[in-house]
Nanobody, 112 residues
Framework: QVQLVESGGGLVQAGGSLRLSCAAS????????MRWYRQAPGKQREVVAL???????NYADSVKGRFTISRDNAKNTVYLQMNSLKPEDTAVYYC??????WGQGTQVTVSP
């Protein structure tokens, strides 16, 4: 079973940037769609962005133009570049592909 480990979170001021990484213990090439999710305190987990094996992407309206998802199948890693961060982006961020176990996530905190 492929395991996912998210990293790159932290505390940043509004307007700042972070780059999240999701490293898989095995190949992700066979997973057509990989997604980044986030879950804020007291809220449901929501999809932030997705990327297909062909490189197609889609984003939640709340992050369009600010976040960029990418994947490197050779490194078995999915990335989320987050720019112009806002306090409402504060959440635990997870990556996931169908059939995989959820990782521990990485905390992103954006201060005003």
């Amino acid at each position: 079973q492929v395991q996912l480990v998210e990293s790159g979170g932290g505390l940043v001021q509004a307007g700042g940037s972070l780059r999240l990484s999701c490293a898989a213990s095995g190949s992700i090439a066979g997973f057509n769609v990989m997604r980044w999710y986030r879950q804020a305190p007291g809220k449901q987990r929501e999809v932030v962005a997705l990327i297909t094996s062909g490189g197609g992407t889609n984003y939640a309206d709340s992050v369009k133009g600010r976040f960029t998802i990418s994947r490197d199948n050779a490194k078995n890693t999915v990335y989320l570049q987050m720019n112009s961060l806002k306090p409402e982006d504060t959440a635990v961020y997870y990556c996931w592909g169908a059939g995989l176990n959820w990782g521990q996530g990485t905390q992103v905190t954006v201060s005003p």
